[in-house]
């Protein structure tokens, strides 16, 4: 079956544009996530969106930083004004409706490369 | 400040031996743990995972134990095969006290197995 699909795979841009990626996650999984993973570091949380809930945005490190998740499916995570710390990869995941008495496995995307020039 | 520490970058062993992957943590609110594992080019994988309830948990080759005292985890790969080599992610979440399921991640261990 199809996984969590992510584009574009790379994404070359110049300081100050903006940039779109997107995700597609498992058909039927309520919760998606992004993180990030700058060189050298761990993923890092971004957001989180679980069905019509108000998303977790707790780890967006600044306002230029936005996400949105369209019909409870495909998400968008916009950045503005790209700066060179922005290069990363972006890492979509996706799971079963969260729980509070149990973990649904989140299955990751292959990433989308980010740099900043 | 790290949450999640993976302090060893990376590991080499013999085909055949054993694999310990080790992993500490500072927030006493992270109850449940992760490992995953992750190959170039690709997105990482869940490997296994241990509530805070308890302090061992196997499947197959791998085992993860968790000393909660210590706030340390280590994952044990045995025997270890070429397959095995990849970036190996500790991941820990405030699951059940915050009901957040949200992944804090260390910086990861590239483990190499020699054939």
């Known amino acids: 079956g199809a996984g969590v699909s992510q584009s574009p795979s790379n994404k070359v841009t110049e300081k100050g544009k903006d940039v779109e990626l997107r995700c597609d996650p498992i058909s039927g999984h309520t919760a998606l996530y992004w993180y990030r993973q700058s060189l050298g570091q761990g993923l890092e949380f971004l957001i989180y969106?679980?069905?019509?809930?108000?998303?977790?945005k707790s780890g967006l490190p600044s306002d230029r930083f936005s996400a949105e998740r369209t019909g409870g499916s495909v998400s968008t995570l916009t950045i503005q004004r790209t700066q060179q710390e922005d290069s990363a990869v972006y890492l979509c995941?996706?799971?079963?409706?969260?729980?509070?008495?149990?973990?649904?496995?989140?299955?990751f995307g292959p990433g989308t490369r980010l740099t900043v020039l | 400040d790290q949450q999640v520490k993976q302090n060893s970058p990376s590991l080499s062993v013999q085909e055949g031996r054993i694999s310990i992957l080790n992993c500490d943590y500072t927030n006493s609110m992270f109850d449940y743990f992760l490992w995953y594992k992750k190959y170039p080019a690709e997105g990482p994988t869940f490997l296994i995972s241990i509530s805070s309830i308890k302090d061992k948990n196997e499947d197959g080759r791998f085992t993860v134990f968790l000393n909660k005292s210590a706030k340390h985890l280590s994952l044990h790969i045995v025997p270890s095969q070429p397959g095995d080599s990849a970036v190996y992610f500790c991941?820990?979440?405030?699951?059940?006290?915050?009901?957040?399921?949200?992944?804090?991640f260390g910086k990861g261990i590239t483990l190499s197995v020699r054939p």
């Open positions: 995941a996706s799971s079963l409706r969260v729980t509070g008495n149990s973990y649904n496995e989140q299955f």
């Open positions: 991941a820990a979440s405030a699951l059940y006290t915050g009901a957040n399921s949200k992944l804090t």
């Open positions: 969106f679980q069905g019509n809930s108000a998303p977790d």
